[in-house]
């Protein structure tokens, strides 16, 4: 009986798919400027649009959880109190992680 009903299931079984869960880590120079914060931004374009995936990071790494895939990044430091057009960087240099 067992043997029946895991045959009946197996269709369901070869078209269940699960996504594999990636690490990106990534690490940065940090800021001469005293009273930084850091921002990680990442985009699947090359050159951008970004999205902010982590804000008010003070040391100068972070890990990303991701899928497979091809994912570009980059960084800025900011004044977390300050209000303003200046209070954040230019984006740093991109780089690009490819997740099998």
Sequence with gaps: ??????????PWLLGF???????????????????VEYKVYRSQVNGG???AIATGLTSMQY??????????????AYYPNCVGAHCESNYSDQIVAVVP
């Design 1 to 10: 009986m067992k043997k029946v009903a895991f045959l009946f299931l197996l």
């Design 49 to 51: 649009p970004y999205s």
């Design 63 to 76: 890990t990303d959880t991701v899928s497979s895939g091809t994912y570009y990044y980059v960084t800025t």
């Design 17 to 35: 798919s699960c996504n594999q869960v990636h690490t990106v880590g990534m690490q940065w120079q940090p800021s001469p400027t005293l009273g």
